[in-house]
């Protein structure tokens, strides 16, 4: 069956970087976009990032406007993996962090999520 299992969250300063990772079995990881959605405590789901599937070209990446410039998102097929990096990090991106599979609105499984949290 699908699974996706997010690693890699944890508490982090204003400022510093983490790098979340979600490892994807059960189907052909290669043959579909996958995303990063966020939620923060009190609020709903926020996509943050959708990474398209790549084969011979390198795969596009989509961002909000609320990470981009800040947040990259990648995929190594070979390992069934999808990355986030994340870099100067702010209070707001406090959030549950989910992988999903697919692409806006248009997910069709979900990880359990890992928690980041910016905080001094």
């Known amino acids: 069956q699908v699974q996706l299992v997010e690693s890699g969250g944890g508490l982090v300063q204003p400022g510093g970087s983490l790098r979340v990772s979600c490892a994807a079995s059960g189907f052909t990881f290669s043959s579909f976009f996958m995303s990063w959605v966020r939620q923060a405590p009190g609020k709903g789901r926020e996509w943050v990032s959708t990474?398209?599937?790549?084969?011979?070209?390198?795969?596009?990446?989509y961002y909000a406007d609320s990470v981009r410039g800040r947040f990259t998102i990648s995929r190594d097929d070979a390992k069934n993996t999808l990355y986030l990096q994340m870099n100067s990090l702010k209070p707001e991106d406090t959030a549950l962090y989910y992988c999903?599979?697919?692409?806006?609105?248009?997910?069709?499984?979900w990880g359990q999520g890992t928690q980041v949290t910016v905080s001094s």
């Open positions: 999903a599979r697919g692409t806006v609105n248009n997910y069709d499984y």
């Open positions: 990474i398209t599937t790549g084969g011979a070209r390198i795969p596009r990446t």
